[in-house]
């Protein structure tokens, strides 16, 4: 019996301080029966398939990105194909979600990279497993952690204004005594 495999994907864009436009771009759906590949139900010919292959195992490259040296490279490469064979590709471990420092770390630490290399990096970065960035940042943030420590501060207290200004703004909905149909 074959099965069909989908992927739908949704294409949007935040707008950022760099940026000045957002919005939803598209989405897609690819579906692979065994017998044909289709995209939005439209049959896609063989050189379209095999571009959509090659893309899937650029993933291979990319889990390399920032490593220290090339044992360190192979160890990353070699970890990735292992979870592509496995099948726990995108598996998240256990465990609940980080600290506000360290989230506060990540982000400085993101902005402080990308402020650095170049586009091949960035999109190499972007193209990475959540869990491959967050290893990636930090690695950089210890060895950066003291010429950071500032930036960590400032983002950990817009967190935390944040968090007061969503409170007021709960608590103000609130106490507006509104029954909603839901």
């Known amino acids: 019996m074959e099965m069909a495999h989908t992927v739908t994907r949704l294409f949007e864009k935040r707008e950022t301080e760099k940026s000045g436009w957002g919005g939803r771009i598209g989405h897609a759906e690819l579906v692979a ?19 959509l292959m090659n893309f899937a195992l650029q993933s291979l490259q990319d889990a390399y990105a920032g490593a220290d040296d090339l044992t360190d490279a192979k160890a990353r490469w070699q970890a990735k194909y292992d979870a592509l064979i496995d099948g726990t590709i995108g598996v998240r471990g256990t465990g609940g979600g980080v600290s506000d420092e360290t989230t506060a770390q990540r982000y400085v630490m993101k902005r402080a990279y990308f402020a650095q290399v170049d586009d091949a990096k960035k999109a190499a970065f972007k193209d990475m497993e959540p869990a491959d960035q967050a290893d990636l940042l930090d690695r950089l943030f210890a060895k950066n952690a003291a010429k950071l420590a500032q930036a960590v501060a400032d983002r950990l207290a817009e967190m935390e204004a944040e968090r007061k200004r969503r409170a007021a703004e709960r608590a103000k909905l609130a106490g507006m005594g509104v029954d909603l149909d839901l």
């Open 33 to 51: 029966d065994g017998k044909k590949w289709t995209l939005d139900g439209k049959e896609l010919p063989v050189a379209s398939i095999t571009y």
